[in-house]
């Protein structure tokens, strides 16, 4: 057999394996397939390329050119899905279990691109919330904003998901504008370095923006800045020994952890045999346990049910277990593949003994199962395990030890407290979850567990046919948790480019706060157009662009009008005698709706032009009633601008409404669609 030559791709170049490399074998036949690692390395040589030219480069781009960059990129890797499946069988993994790394490791990718294109800036600062006041008169402000570090992200990933473990890393670290040197796991570092190779060789990255270490990262960590970051999936003790690195510690370096984590499921005291939960909770534990051979994450370690409904439990889940055909991950009969190694397969049964201190294996004997289309003694080959704690109270290791594969624990609980309680025990993990069809179950375990768990998933009969699975961590939502599981968040849209990114506060006149964000504030200067703003297209509008209206007078007759045409006769309108009784109004005043449409009315070109839709108003306040007899009239003023595709952008206009005193009456932010 060929053995396949994993190299690193270093500084623009592609490095072979060399001294220190190691053999990597099929997690299905046992034979050797691979080499990598080379200690040769110029680690500092991988550093200085992404800092000096991988790092100005994706800075150089904006938020939304890094996005569409990445949607780019997640078109070109789904045309090569094949071939990552068929290198990724020998990791152990099934066809099923490819869709989880693949495809979730792709679609991950996407969501990023929608994300940085729909909630991030068509420039180079984000702004981190809304401008704080500072001073009497307005003229001194603050903001928060946030920048890409000038250095370089550090992704050192598990052997579990080679290509989504990476992709989920990577996606919000370019879109912050960081370049990045991944470090995957030996193990399956295989798959991994082909990815790569389909992303560099598209030519759609930047040079210097993703490097690739196939191996150990040599004395890399001991060169790391206050402007680097280093992102690290994988075991505790690890953690614990790269966190404690000199330079990291000295240099304050980011280190976000997604280590060990003794997941839990609960089954809600509602949820009896019978019931669409109870089925649910079954196939859902079951699902956990066997996919990727239980070597997730986020995978279930420790079962809670309600102690009158434990035997039922295990009998369920023994008998959905017992249909589960372990064998070649390329059949397509195959529901479990094999563990990524027998050194794996080793430690999951040492850990495996551990926890039988404290529980009775109840499913599952590693010494009596059957393999299909591989020889079991050969392949990292184990059955799903199933372990009954009869007193979890007292247990330790069934709470601290995590054998990471097929394995779980199922214990009683006697109420909910008790059950959070026993949660708790973890001391922190990725996910837990409740089958419950009972919402206020589901509450009291927000609030008893919350602040041990980084996500806490509800699913009954309403969300189920829906509903993603308690093990899948979504790109929209964070993806970490306190305690035993790192204390890290990862994804989680736009708050995990911000790992990425300095949070930075500002301080100054509207003018500097609106040149750093190149978004209008209210105070800064208003720019004269040379015609109506919307008579104009899109590119050729400026922020700040102002123009101020006429004014109109508001009648009782435009309000009893109103009031009839609408049906909105509420009595502030219509009653003098209860709008006095209000302490808001004087007497009858116009509604605020009224205000809009005459707001309208008065800034409107009439006549077709660029102005292709109004698609909503944000931020509506009402500020100052509106008397029949006042004046009103308006400020239409350019605040932002977004471009949304080649034909058209969105204009973000600020809109105030003054009364005959220059009194503010009202304000929004008006939505429109503007052709390019």
């Not at 670290?173 to 790569?196: D, F, H, Q, R, W």
């Not at 201190?357 to 289309?373: H, K, Y």
């Not at 509207?510 to 899109?538: C, M, Q």
């Not at 700040?544 to 209206?549: F, L, P, R, V």
Request: glycine content about 10%; hydrophobic content about 40%.
């Amino acid at each position: 057999m060929t053995i396949q030559q994993i190299s690193s791709f270093a500084a623009g170049d592609w490095v072979a394996p060399g001294e220190g490399s190691r053999e990597i074998a099929s997690a299905v036949t046992g034979e050797v397939i691979a080499a990598a690692g080379n200690n040769a390395l110029d680690v500092q040589g991988m550093l200085d390329h992404a800092r000096n030219v991988g790092g100005p480069a994706l800075r150089k781009m904006t938020f939304h050119e890094r996005a569409k960059m990445l949607k780019t990129l997640s078109l070109h890797l789904g045309k090569h899905k094949q071939a990552l499946y068929d290198l990724s069988f020998n990791t152990g993994a099934t066809q099923s279990d490819h869709m989880i790394d693949i495809d979730g490791g792709i679609g991950t990718m996407f969501v990023f691109a929608s994300k940085g294109r729909r909630e991030m800036p068509d420039g180079h600062v984000y702004l981190d919330g809304e401008v704080e006041q500072l001073s009497r008169n307005g003229t001194f402000l603050g903001q928060h904003i946030c920048t890409p570090l000038q250095g370089v992200a550090i992704h050192i990933n598990a052997f579990n998901f080679p290509v989504w473990g990476m992709l989920e890393k990577l996606a919000p670290t370019l879109l912050a504008g960081v370049p990045a040197i991944v470090k995957p796991a030996t193990n399956s570092c295989y798959v991994t370095e082909l990815c790569v190779r389909i992303m560099l060789e598209s030519g759609i990255l930047p040079a210097g923006a993703l490097q690739l270490v196939s191996g150990g990262l040599g004395d890399m960590l001991d060169r790391l800045t206050m402007q680097d970051v280093v992102s690290f999936t994988g075991s505790a003790d690890t953690a614990l020994r790269l966190r404690s690195n000199p330079a990291i510690l000295e240099n304050s370096v980011r280190f976000v952890a997604e280590q060990d984590s003794l997941n839990a499921s609960i089954l809600g005291p509602d949820a009896e045999p019978g019931t669409p939960e109870f089925d649910l909770f079954i196939k859902e534990v079951q699902r956990e346990m066997t996919t990727k051979a239980g070597q997730k994450c986020t995978a279930i370690r420790r079962i809670i049910a309600p102690e009158p409904q434990v035997q039922a439990v295990i009998e369920a889940l023994s008998a959905r277990l017992a249909k589960t055909v372990i064998g070649d991950p390329r059949l397509e009969t195959t529901r479990m593949g094999a563990l990524v190694s027998n050194a794996q397969k080793r430690d999951v049964l040492e850990k495996a003994a551990i926890i039988g201190q404290e529980a009775e294996r109840v499913f599952g004997n590693p010494s009596d199962f059957t393999v299909d289309g591989a020889d079991a003694d050969k392949g990292a080959f184990l059955p799903p395990m199933l372990f009954h704690c009869a007193n979890p109270d007292a247990a330790q290791r069934v709470h601290d030890t995590e054998a990471f594969g097929p394995v779980s624990t199922i214990m009683g609980y006697s109420d909910i407290d008790h059950a959070i309680k026993l949660a708790n025990k973890g001391q922190g993990s990725l996910v837990a979850s409740v089958i419950t069809h009972d919402p206020n179950v589901a509450r009291q375990v927000v609030l008893g567990a919350g602040a041990y768990h980084g996500r806490l998933y509800f699913n009954d009969r309403a969300s189920m046919k829906e509903s993603t699975g308690h093990g899948s961590p979504l790109p929209h939502l964070v993806h970490g948790g306190p305690g035993r599981a790192g204390g890290g968040e990862e994804m989680g849209g736009v708050r995990g480019v911000k790992h990425y990114m300095q949070r930075t506060a500002i301080q100054g006149s509207p003018d500097i706060l609106s040149a750093i964000g190149n978004k209008w504030v209210p105070g800064a200067t208003e720019i004269e157009g040379p015609s109506h703003p919307f008579t104009r297209r899109y590119h050729d509008l400026s922020i700040g662009e102002t123009i101020h209206t006429g004014s109109r007078t508001v009648t009782m007759e435009d309000i009893e009008h109103f009031a009839h045409f609408t049906g909105d006769t509420f009595y502030a309108h219509m009653d003098q005698a209860a709008a006095e009784r209000n302490p808001f109004f004087p007497g009858r005043v116009a509604h605020g709706y009224l205000l809009l449409s005459f707001a309208a009315g008065l800034f409107v070109e009439p006549n077709e032009g660029p102005v292709l839709a109004n698609t909503g108003l944000d931020g509506l306040r009402f500020m100052k009633p509106v008397e029949a007899g006042d004046a009103i009239k308006v400020r239409l003023t350019v605040k932002n601008k977004t471009k949304r595709n080649e034909d058209y952008g969105e204009v973000r206009w600020h809109v105030t409404l003054t009364n005959q005193h220059d009194e503010q009456v009202a304000e929004y932010e008006l939505l429109t669609m503007v052709a390019y």
